[in-house]
């Protein structure tokens, strides 16, 4: 089993995780959302806004890693 270290702020998660593009994307995702007052739906306002900034990290490696067209 992976050792993983808690998060204990996802904000300070985010920093480590995301470049500033990818910070701004979270940002971006969640300012177009209700906060909601409750821990399950927070959770999941907040994993949209990850999704959406590894969606876009994971389009760019793949541009980057593939072969140029001559």
Partial sequence: MAHTKPVTSFEEASKELF????????????????????AGPDSARLASGWEAALREQNKRFTLEDSPSNP
């Fill in 19 to 38: 470049s500033d593009e990818g910070l701004r994307i979270i940002d971006e995702t969640l300012s177009g959302q209700a906060e909601p007052r409750r």
